[in-house]
Each structure stands twice: as structure tokens, then as C-alpha cells.
């Protein structure tokens, strides 16, 4: 789907495995011969043999061979462009997507699209990330094709100082989009961790080029655990997946689908609206909106206090233990006291 460039971005999911696979995924369980998927996506019966080989080291089971036709009796959950340009039409997500079986960060890949000129809704998707980026300098850990890893690019004509709530927004849109799986209600920990039994499930890494009075461009990236059967056991005390939670898998690619649509909505009520209407929002979902006693801690320091709201902006108001007033947090970890 992407255009060709002259840099060295990493190539996408070429479009004709999309092509076959969409192809595949729309007749579950019809045969189809090698000769018509060779017409269909504009290629060789040799070539459709090797592509069906590329799908297979993939993972996704194809049945048959070349002289009965071939399909699949499952449909792969594979964030497959084709399929979802489709269900998100009408939204900006629907016209850029960039997807990758395997990419280092969707985030790092995303701002470099950002610099070159891509348009706004850009969508960068991977199966697997090989270094995926988290909040504060830490690393996320995206295995393959079980949880969700993406980033956008926006355009938005804000001032940086309001690039906070560009984070709520894909909170709220990520929190709604989960809310629907599961059994237990979400909670946001702000100002971008979604929780479920205390435990996250999905974290959102802002990031952005900006001027002094304007933000350039923004990449919203999220990372949701959702069929993962196990955590890591360094992290198994703090972290949880859809699946654990609920005991079933989830289909990703529905879970994206409304993520995105619901981005969409918040996203534009947002720039129409202004962020009174999203932070309303925040403080019906979020149990850290007021009241919660936490510790903060920032690059310069750690203290004790209780939430107080959001500014309008969408950073976190807290009241020092200490007796030192109403800090406001721009950025740092925000941890639950017991
Ligand atoms: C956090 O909770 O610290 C934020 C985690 C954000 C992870 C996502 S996965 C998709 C995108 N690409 C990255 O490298 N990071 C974000």
C-alpha cells in the first residue's frame, strides 16, 4: 500500500501476500486454484506455489497444492491492510497503512514517516516488534501476532503544551475498545496505562517534532497484550493480557478495528470540542482522576500525594503529602499506595 521512497524506511508486508491471504481469508474452506489466485493477484502459477510457501514459514496454515487449489480452514489473525482499509473506511486510518510481519518499533518507524511528509492517519502496524519502545526509556515486548502493536501519525493543529491529551484520547479509545472484551471494567492509570484486576494489559508512547508554538506532527503508539496465554515471570506481577483475564482469544483484528473507529471519535471531538469533553471523559473511566492515593515519581523526584484532576491541557494535578500545595505532572510514574 505504501508508495515507493528514497529512503531506507524497512520494506512492507508485500502487496500480493495482502492480496493472497485477503483473498484466502474472504472463501474459508472454498478450494481455489492456483490459476485463479495467479489472475486475481497478478502473478505466475510458479509464483502463487512460492508466495503459498511465504505464507506457510508464516505460520498460516494453507491446505492443498498446486494441481487441487488451495485454502485455508482457519482464518489467520493477521492485521492483514487489505481487510482493515476496508472496515475502516471513512476514517483517516483507512488510506496508509503500513504493515510489517516484523519491525524494530512501530513508533520509530512512524515518526521517520512523519519526517519525510507522510500525510496524517498514517497507521504502521507489526506482527512482531524487535524492539519496541515504552515510556521512560523502556522496552516493550511484542511477541508475535498475539497482542496488538501499532502506531499513528497525526497532524493535529495544537500547541504542543495540549500534546498530553493526544494520549487520553487513544487511553479512552484503547479503554472502550478493550471494555467490550472483557468481563471486569478498565481502569486508565495516567496518564497512559490500561488496567485490568490492577494489572496492565495496554501502554500508549506519545511522541512528537514540534515547534515552539506548534506541534509538527505526533505519533500515538499502543501496545496491547491480548491472546497472550503467559507473562513473562519477572513481570506476571504487574502485567495481564485480554485472554488471561477472560480465558479466551480475542480477535485482533476486531479489537483494532474498534480501537481505531473509536480513536477516530474521540480524536475528532477533541479537536471540535476542545478537551473539556475528553477529560470529563478520563474522570468516569479513570480511578486516578481524583482522590487516589499515589507516589510520584518524575526525573528530578519521588513524593507521596493524592490526585486532584486533570489540568485542562490533560496533565495530572496531585496533592503533596508534604505539605508543598497542587504539583502539576507533566510527565512521570504514577504508582498506587496501598
Ligand atoms: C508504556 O507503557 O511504557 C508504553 C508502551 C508502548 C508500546 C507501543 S507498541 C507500539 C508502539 N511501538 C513502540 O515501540 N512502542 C509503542
Redesign the pocket.
Known amino acids: 500500500m505504501a508508495k515507493k521512497r528514497a529512503t531506507t524506511l524497512p520494506d512492507v508486508t508485500d502487496r500480493r501476500i495482502d492480496s493472497l491471504l485477503t483473498l484466502l481469508a474472504e472463501n474459508p474452506t472454498i478450494v481455489i486454484s492456483g490459476a485463479k489466485i495467479a489472475k486475481e493477484i497478478g502473478v505466475s502459477r510458479q509464483a502463487v506455489w512460492r508466495w503459498i510457501q511465504t505464507l506457510r514459514d508464516l505460520g498460516v496454515h494453507v491446505k492443498g497444492h498446486p494441481r487441487t487449489g488451495y485454502h485455508i480452514e482457519r482464518i489467520p489473525d493477521i492485521l492483514l491492510p487489505q481487510l482493515l482499509s476496508h472496515r475502516l473506511y471513512g476514517t483517516p486510518f483507512a488510506r496508509r497503512i503500513f504493515h510489517y510481519f516484523k519491525a524494530d518499533?512501530?513508533?520509530?518507524i512512524a515518526m521517520r514517516l512523519g519526517a519525510e511528509g507522510e500525510s496524517h492517519g498514517a497507521l504502521v502496524i507489526a506482527e512482531e516488534?524487535t524492539a519496541?519502545?515504552?515510556?521512560?526509556g523502556?522496552s516493550?515486548i511484542?511477541e508475535k501476532s498475539t497482542g496488538i502493536?501499532?502506531?499513528i501519525l497525526l497532524r493535529p493543529q495544537i500547541p504542543p503544551a495540549y500534546a498530553p491529551m493526544l494520549t487520553l484520547v487513544a487511553g479512552l479509545a484503547a479503554r472502550d475498545a478493550a471494555a467490550e472484551d472483557l468481563d471486569a471494567v478498565p481502569d486508565i492509570r495516567w496518564p497512559?496505562?490500561l488496567l485490568v484486576g490492577g494489572k496492565k494489559f495496554c501502554?500508549?508512547?506519545t511522541e512528537m517534532h514540534a515547534e515552539p508554538d506548534r506541534v509538527g506532527y505526533a505519533v500515538v503508539?499502543?501496545?496491547m497484550n491480548v491472546n497472550q496465554s503467559k507473562i513473562p515471570a519477572e513481570l506476571s506481577d504487574i502485567a495481564t493480557s485480554l485472554r488471561i483475564e477472560t480465558g479466551k482469544t480475542h480477535s485482533r483484528m476486531d479489537l483494532l478495528f474498534r480501537l481505531l473507529r473509536h480513536l477516530d471519535r474521540y480524536y475528532n471531538q477533541f479537536l471540535t470540542e476542545g478537551a473539556a469533553p475528553i477529560v470529563r471523559r478520563f474522570s468516569e473511566v479513570s480511578s486516578y482522576y481524583e482522590g487516589k492515593r499515589v507516589r510520584i515519581t518524575t526525573s528530578t523526584e519521588a513524593f507521596t500525594g493524592t490526585t486532584s484532576g486533570l489540568e485542562p491541557s490533560g496533565v495530572l494535578r496531585v496533592a503533596r503529602d508534604d505539605g508543598r500545595g497542587v504539583e502539576v505532572i507533566l510527565s512521570g510514574d504514577v504508582g498506587e499506595i496501598a
Not at 518499533?105 to 520509530?108: P, V
Not at 519496541?132 to 521512560?136: F, K, Q, S, T
Request: hydrophobic letters at 20%; zero cysteines.
Open positions: 518499533s512501530t513508533n520509530t516488534q519496541g519502545r515504552g515510556r521512560g523502556r516493550w511484542s502493536t501499532f502506531s497512559n496505562d501502554g500508549i508512547l503508539g499502543i501496545g
